[in-house]
């Protein structure tokens, strides 16, 4: 019957043990507590604990602190009121806060990790409470590149300005120099803010943005072209390839058929040319529209003042009318004619040499023979006195 009796006894206090947590389960009066004893972070990630440790004895208590089994690479702090924390003094039947950061390093594997917190007394009494923290990715010593658009398309004119940013993963703040790697003739620049760089500076486990500038040579051929772009420091670098496709080069000239710019003109009259504009690129030019300078008093007329399209290699003539003014005296003119599409330009200066009229001509020639007759009659009639 005894033992019956006792065996009963042994069940009911093995089921009250079993009632509590191991974890917080006080030992000799000293009890540990943290509502987060098992999260999930990413690599890098400093997380911050908050505990509790109860005195639950008549007595003041001299409580140390220790964290154990912490894995390799991994760093903590334990802190209390601001201080970093060896020993707590615990008064009978109350409670000390205290907090532990504990970095997780951004080199780690995914993967469940765990370490004890342990309070020890002076009597010897230990605490211990076991933390677990769920590394829910894969992490490592190292910095990225990326953009979200990496390809950009446009002609040989246009200035391709691409998104980059960069992640460092490393675990210390990092100064990148920036570096392209571009075809002979093109020009790339860094920007950040709208201002150009050859760094930038990164904080542990952060991201910077910035700009890359990229601008063809004007004799760029239709391609794909390749830019690599590099960020890196002594012990970290990263690349992004960036992709620039040129659809083709816009370019026009402005002439005669023959080549010849210079005329002659009389004042008040008008001369025709036929003006020859030429598709020197490699697409397609719509819209061409004309236009012209001229000195005060003249006029320039076209007989069509847009072109629909030019092909590339195609010449396309338009008959252009040039009017001197009528007070133009002699000598040369210059009359600019430009032609304008596609955000490029053709222009000639055509040089106008003016000839005054027959007519005053003749009218001068009268004018002089009067004059020497005029002077003969008066030596005649007066030459005998």
Known sequence: MRKKRFALLMAVMLVMVGA???????????????????????????????????????????????VANLPEQWSYELISGGWQLHELAIKPNEFTDFSINVDVPLEVEKGTYSFDVIARNRSG???????????????????????????????????????????????EEQRYALKANAPEGWGVSFQVDGENVTSVTAESNATKDFDVVVTPPPEVEAGDYSIPISASTNSTNAEVNLETVITGNYAMEVSTPSGKLSEDITAGREKTIQLAVTN???????????????????????????????????????????????????????????ANGAGTAGKADFRMQVETSLLWGWIGVLIIACVLAGIYYMMRKYGRR
């Open 20 to 66: 509590f947590p191991a974890s917080s389960f006080a030992v000799g009066g000293i009890e540990l507590y943290t509502p987060y004893t098992g999260i999930a972070v990413t690599p890098g990630e400093s997380i911050n604990y908050s505990f509790e440790v109860m005195n639950e004895t008549a007595e003041i208590q001299q409580v140390s602190i220790e």
């Open 125 to 171: 009494v230990v605490e211990t409470l076991p933390i677990q923290i769920d590394v829910t990715e894969e992490g490592t010593f190292r910095t990225e590149l990326t953009s979200e658009q990496p390809n950009m398309e446009g002609h040989a004119d246009s200035t391709f300005t691409y998104k980059v940013t960069l992640r460092n993963r490393t675990a």
């Open 280 to 338: 020197t690129g490699s697409v397609p030019i719509n819209d061409v529209k004309l236009s012209a300078q001229q000195p005060v008093d003249w006029t320039v007329t076209f007989a069509q003042d847009t072109i629909p399209v030019i092909e590339p290699g195609q010449t396309e003539t338009v008959q252009t009318t040039i009017q001197a003014s009528k007070d133009a005296i002699a000598g040369d003119y210059i009359v600019s004619i430009e």
